[in-house]
């Protein structure tokens, strides 16, 4: 019998924030309930590999009600200190990287632990932080520090997900973050640490005694310079348990995550995201080629690169369309980029358009035609002529569609 009654954690309770009704903050079509059930799935997963007792709040998209929330949290392990509690969410409102909040009955030391991992796996850390309830400050201001007496509870908030660097990152990193999380829990219950094995994922290789980087390259049919580049190497040292992504890999190509809605089909987000049906089979390990509202899915993003697009901020009356138009790029680029599950946009909406802006026009304003406008309409409205307007947009007719961009002198 291994039962240490030192033991410093005796279980945790692992909490995906929001869920069903509730959706957490949302932006640009992104929902924070679908990236915190990801990562609480995950951190479950790994801290049950590592034979920590766990359990978990809800591991599907439905409703849960504070009550509910609480009572899994208290009454998994009991209500002691040895009870970590790490409820998993995704910031909004304007900032970048991670933050954690713990307990005024607490001190940082595991707030920190966790933070520094997850700066370590490459997030930003803004810090950890405690937070009193307005009307009362003696206490706690989450619910789920105030209503567990004595479990260690953490708030553990990810990035922020109205930024445009934290989306890209939690959308291709977020499970490196809750690898963080798992290596500090595992160091605060000092329980040996274990990378996670290669579940199906052949795009991974774990280093192991006696490994060298041009060994591995051989192994694998590939290049120490690649190995080098891809897993952002500074030294050819190598530790045991270092995890490494090989070139080709699906972790070799950027992905974006997807939640289905009702009417996708694979052959629907294929041509959506201008990937294939095979590719995100592959990508996902889909045995079936059904899919259920609210399951996510990887999406394989060709050419999505951050240092060639720019950031536009949307005025009111464009659309998707008028926005692609005028960075000849196409619809589906820009959802794409934005992993948009929408078109509609909201003023002052920042998207990622593909590519760099034309030259054509850059200082001149634009007009989106609406239905029942005329040139004439337009030009009164803009203190200019029909003439200027026909040559300045080199118009072969005064017809006008509705959705047209006209350049406005
Ligand atoms: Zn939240």
Same mark, same amino acid.
């Given at each position: 019998?291994?039962?240490?009654?030192?033991?410093?954690?005796?279980?945790?309770?692992?909490?995906?924030?929001?869920?069903? @009704? +509730?959706?957490?903050?949302?932006?640009?079509?992104?929902?924070?309930? @679908?990236?915190?059930?990801?990562?609480?799935?995950?951190?479950?997963?790994?801290?049950?590999?590592?034979? $920590?007792?766990?359990?978990?709040?809800?591991?599907?998209?439905?409703?849960?009600?504070?009550?509910?929330?609480?009572?899994? !949290?208290?009454?998994?392990?009991?209500?002691?200190?040895?009870?970590?509690?790490?409820?998993?969410?995704?910031?909004?409102?304007?900032?970048?990287?991670?933050?954690?909040?713990?307990?005024?009955?607490?001190? =940082?030391?595991?707030?920190?632990? $966790?933070?520094?991992?997850?700066?370590?796996?490459?997030?930003?850390?803004?810090?950890?932080?405690?937070?009193?309830?307005?009307? =009362?400050?003696?206490? +706690?201001?989450?619910?789920? !520090?105030?209503?567990?007496?004595?479990?260690?509870?953490?708030?553990?908030?990810?990035?922020?997900?109205?930024?445009?660097?934290?989306?890209?990152?939690?959308?291709?990193?977020?499970? =490196?973050?809750?690898?963080?999380?798992?290596?500090?829990?595992?160091?605060?219950?000092?329980?040996?640490?274990?990378?996670?094995?290669?579940?199906?994922?052949?795009?991974?290789?774990?280093?192991?005694?006696? =490994?060298?980087?041009?060994?591995?390259?051989?192994?694998?049919?590939?290049?120490?310079?690649?190995?080098?580049?891809?897993?952002?190497?500074?030294?050819?040292?190598?530790?045991?348990?270092?995890?490494?992504?090989?070139? *080709?890999?699906?972790?070799?190509?950027?992905?974006?995550?997807?939640?289905?809605?009702? *009417?996708?089909?694979?052959?629907?987000?294929?041509?959506?995201?201008?990937?294939?049906?095979?590719?995100?089979?592959?990508?996902?390990?889909?045995?079936?080629?059904?899919?259920?509202? *609210?399951?996510?899915?990887?999406?394989?993003?060709?050419?999505?690169?951050?240092?060639?697009?720019?950031?536009?901020?949307?005025?009111? *009356?464009?659309?998707?369309?008028?926005?692609?138009?005028?960075?000849?790029?196409?619809?589906?680029?820009?959802?794409?980029?934005?992993?948009?599950?929408? +078109?509609?946009?909201?003023?002052?909406?920042?998207?990622?358009?593909?590519?760099?802006?034309?030259?054509?026009?850059?200082?001149?304003?634009?007009?989106?035609?609406?239905?029942?406008?005329?040139?004439?309409?337009?030009?009164?409205?803009?203190?200019?002529?029909?003439?200027?307007? $026909?040559?300045?947009?080199?118009?072969?007719?005064? !017809?006008?569609?509705?959705?047209?961009?006209?350049?406005?002198?």
């Amino acid at each position: 019998m291994n039962n240490d009654l030192r033991a410093r954690v005796s279980g945790v309770v692992v909490d995906a924030g929001h869920g069903g @009704d +509730d959706p957490g903050a949302v932006s640009n079509g992104l929902r924070e309930k @679908d990236f915190t059930l990801e990562a609480a799935k995950y951190l479950y997963q790994r801290l049950k590999e590592l034979g $920590i007792p766990v359990a978990i709040t809800r591991d599907t998209d439905r409703t849960l009600s504070r009550e509910e929330r609480i009572n899994t !949290m208290v009454n998994s392990f009991g209500n002691g200190r040895d009870v970590l509690v790490l409820s998993n969410h995704i910031n909004s409102g304007g900032g970048e990287g991670a933050e954690i909040y713990y307990p005024l009955r607490n001190n =940082d030391e595991l707030a920190s632990m $966790i933070l520094e991992e997850i700066g370590n796996a490459g997030q930003k850390m803004r810090g950890t932080f405690q937070r009193r309830l307005p009307e =009362d400050p003696s206490k +706690d201001y989450y619910y789920i !520090m105030r209503d567990t007496p004595n479990t260690q509870s953490l708030l553990i908030e990810y990035g922020f997900i109205d930024n445009a660097n934290d989306v890209k990152k939690l959308q291709n990193n977020l499970l =490196d973050y809750v690898e963080g999380v798992v290596k500090a829990v595992a160091e605060y219950a000092d329980v040996p640490y274990t990378p996670p094995t290669e579940n199906g994922s052949s795009g991974r290789y774990t280093v192991k005694k006696g =490994d060298t980087l041009w060994g591995i390259a051989r192994q694998f049919n590939t290049t120490v310079d690649a190995l080098r580049t891809l897993n952002n190497l500074t030294s050819d040292v190598l530790q045991i348990g270092q995890v490494l992504i090989l070139p *080709g890999s699906e972790e070799d190509q950027e992905t974006m995550i997807y939640t289905v809605q009702k *009417g996708d089909s694979l052959w629907k987000l294929a041509n959506q995201f201008g990937t294939s049906v095979a590719a995100i089979r592959e990508l996902n390990n889909l045995t079936s080629d059904i899919l259920r509202i *609210g399951q996510t899915l990887q999406i394989p993003v060709a050419g999505n690169n951050v240092e060639e697009s720019i950031l536009y901020t949307v005025q009111k *009356g464009d659309s998707l369309w008028s926005i692609a138009n005028r960075y000849n790029t196409t619809v589906n680029a820009i959802r794409t980029l934005n992993n948009l599950t929408t +078109d509609v946009l909201q003023i002052g909406q920042v998207l990622r358009i593909p590519g760099k802006p034309t030259e054509s026009n850059p200082s001149g304003r634009t007009y989106t035609v609406q239905t029942g406008d005329t040139l004439w309409k337009i030009a009164n409205q803009f203190g200019t002529t029909v003439d200027q307007l $026909i040559t300045l947009n080199d118009l072969q007719t005064t !017809m006008l569609r509705p959705g047209q961009i006209l350049k406005i002198s």
